[in-house]
């Protein structure tokens, strides 16, 4: 039978155990006060030492979710992986993910690694869905994991990193249901971010180039977006940002999500008929002879949007971005922490029966646009939530590290980076418990990880 509902039935989200606060940081890079915490709208990033790769991020995530939900090894029955974060040219972090399978003697899971920039994790959770609304199918679930360790070389992006690792377990009659028929895509050719030093673990990045494609990718998907709802629903009213209870957005930084909620609007604004517009958008009449492909930069459409319509951005945006601006951008997972702060910082009735909007963006460049039904089964819905209460414990149980410190460890990984064979020095006690580790690389850059051992009723 056609599978009906399919969705997230469970999300486990994990971030590193230290965190660099950004005021502290805009003081020891020499940067003006505020630039880093209002201009980029960051409050902490966490960071990894040497003790962590995607490898160990991945098997934590996907080892904590099988035994929180107690899902059954035997029961998963594809894994993707999306990241960026390439350690290895050919082997994938999917085949290191098989050593948790290996004592249920389940080697029957399909999907590889997929790779765009931050668009893998969504690429790797399409392809869970489509697997199960396909003839693949074997009925097994789905675990679709997104992972990244983001960091800048010194400079200009360098606030802008953060890593961590979100793991969803996807299948039928789910909590959040993902909506047929309302995906909308735009692919292009750009050099605005990209990793071409293989060496290295830092992109060459175009900083205004990146923003103007991530917000003009923004603008050719909630067009198309509302095209398909228009032709799905034809009865209903045109679509408009109101129809989402909650808009999330992929987060290099809070302030460009605070900037593209205002972004939506004008697109609506400019959507809407000029007869309309008087009413719904008054005092804007100057801005009626804009458009989008002049107004990337246009401080005054910006400021006018951001200001008039502040409330949309606290209503709809602005719990979502919690782990953004507490850990930083987490590359692929990073729109997926978007939902995981949006469910913990929202009264759960809110959400019942509601339209959730994502807008996933990877640079270089692959953007969607696609929104996800929350059940009306207030039941099942409280479950989900209820088992993210270890989030915010956790996110305040870090441990603070002063920017020297930071910079050293920064400067280890950069060295090392590929290096074998190789024993990594940074602190395994520091570490939260039931996180792997990467134990050593040998001279033929074979990696082995342990576990630090898990705290009395399971994990942290
Ligand atoms: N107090 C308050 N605000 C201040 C300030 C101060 N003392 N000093 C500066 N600011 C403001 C600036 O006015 C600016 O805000 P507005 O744009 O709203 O005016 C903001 O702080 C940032 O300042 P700059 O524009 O001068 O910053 P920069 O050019 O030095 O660097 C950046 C910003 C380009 C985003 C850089 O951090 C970067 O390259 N980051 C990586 C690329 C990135 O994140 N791109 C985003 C889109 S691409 C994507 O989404 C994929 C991905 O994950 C990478």
Redesign the pocket.
């Known amino acids: 039978m056609w599978p009906e509902n399919v969705g997230i039935r469970a999300i486990e989200a994990i971030f590193p155990s230290q965190f660099v606060d950004q005021t502290e940081l805009?003081q020891f890079d020499g940067?003006?006060?505020?630039?880093?915490?209002?201009?980029?709208g960051q409050g902490k990033m966490g960071f990894c030492s040497d003790r962590e790769d995607v490898n160990s991020l991945c098997l934590t995530v996907v080892s904590r979710l099988l035994e929180r939900y107690q899902i059954k090894p035997q029961e998963i029955g594809r894994l993707e992986v999306g990241t960026e974060t390439i350690i290895d040219k050919s082997k994938s972090v999917k085949s290191v993910l098989m050593q948790l399978f290996a004592d249920s003697g389940n080697t029957d899971i399909e999907g590889i690694d997929t790779t765009n920039?931050?668009y893998g994790g969504t690429a790797a959770l399409f392809n869970s869905i489509n697997w199960i609304e396909s003839s693949s199918w074997d009925g097994r679930y789905a675990l679709a994991v997104c992972a990244d360790i983001?960091v800048?070389a010194k400079?200009?992006?360098?606030?802008?990193g953060g890593a961590g690792a979100i793991a969803m377990l996807v299948g039928p009659n789910a909590p959040l249901v993902f909506e047929r028929g309302l995906r909308a895509t735009h692919m292009e050719h750009a050099y605005?971010?990209y990793k071409p030093d293989l060496s290295s673990e830092y992109?060459t990045?175009?900083?205004?180039l990146?923003?103007q494609?991530?917000l003009s990718a923004l603008d050719t998907c909630y067009q198309l977006y509302c095209k398909k709802f228009a032709k799905k629903y034809p009865q209903e009213a045109e679509f408009t940002l109101d129809n989402f209870e909650a808009l999330l957005f992929?987060?290099?930084?809070c302030?460009?999500v605070q900037?593209s909620v205002a972004r939506v609007v004008f697109n609506d604004f400019l959507q809407c008929s000029i007869e309309k517009r008087a009413l719904k958008y008054p005092g804007l009449e100057r801005f009626n002879e804009c458009t989008l492909a002049q107004t990337y930069?246009d401080?005054d459409v910006?400021k006018a949007f951001m200001t008039q319509f502040a409330d949309v951005f606290e209503a709809k945006t602005r719990q979502s971005l919690l782990l953004a601006n507490q850990v930083g951008?987490m590359?692929t997972p990073?729109v997926y922490s978007g939902l995981v702060s949006l469910l913990i910082n929202t009264p759960t009735e809110r959400l019942i029966g509601k339209r959730i909007g994502l807008f996933s963006?990877?640079?270089g460049l692959a953007a969607t646009m696609y929104s996800m039904q929350v059940t009306k089964d207030t039941a099942a819905f409280k479950q989900l939530v209820s088992k993210l209460d270890y989030v915010l414990p956790m996110l305040n149980s870090r441990e603070k590290v002063a920017p020297e410190l930071f910079s050293q460890l920064m400067e280890v990984r950069e060295k090392n980076n590929h290096a074998a064979p190789y024993t990594p020095t940074g602190s395994v006690s520091a570490l939260f418990p039931g996180t792997y580790y990467l134990q050593s690389v040998d001279d033929m850059h074979r990696r082995t990880y342990e576990r630090k051992p898990t705290i009395a009723n399971g994990v942290h």
């Open positions: 805009e940067a003006s006060a505020g630039k880093y915490t209002i201009g980029l920039a931050c983001a800048y400079g200009a992006a360098r606030p802008t605005d971010f992109p990045v175009d900083g205004k990146s923003i494609c991530y992929h987060t290099p930084f302030k460009l900037k930069f401080r910006e951008n590359y990073s963006y990877g640079s």
